[in-house]
């Protein structure tokens, strides 16, 4: 069964920044489009950035774009989420996921704590 596993979590002070890492288990990593999504206390789970297999393409919400980077080591089997010029705005648990090619993200990890101080 494949798993992922983020680490990197924690407290950052506002204008900080943080990196994030998504290790997923299994030989398919490099057939999946990898993403990570946010979920905020009261709030619903909200979209932060997606990466295409070959580390090409990515995508990003306004609310992220020009702060935050994914990546990816096929290699490693890891996805990272450096984050740039956080705002308290961005605490929230942070989620990977993988795009096991059914065109929706079927796989999640436990999730990552980040809490960012004014």
């Known amino acids: 069964q494949v798993q992922l596993v983020e680490s990197g979590g924690g407290l950052v002070q506002a204008g900080g920044s943080l990196r994030l890492s998504c290790v997923v288990s299994?030989?398919?990593?490099?057939?999946?489009?990898m993403g990570w999504f946010r979920q905020a206390p009261g709030k619903e789970r909200e979209f932060v950035a997606e990466?295409?297999?070959?580390?090409?393409?990515?995508y990003y919400p306004d609310s992220v774009k020009g702060r935050f980077t994914i990546s990816r080591d096929n290699a490693k089997n890891t996805v990272y989420l450096q984050m740039n010029t956080v705002k308290p705005e961005d605490t929230a648990v942070y989620f990977c996921?993988?795009?096991?090619?059914?065109?929706?993200?079927?796989?999640w990890g436990q999730g990552t704590q980040v809490t960012v101080s004014s």
């Open positions: 996921a993988a795009d096991i090619g059914n065109r929706r993200y079927e796989l």
């Open positions: 990466i295409s297999r070959s580390g090409g393409p990515t």
């Open positions: 299994g030989r398919f990593f490099s057939s999946y489009v």
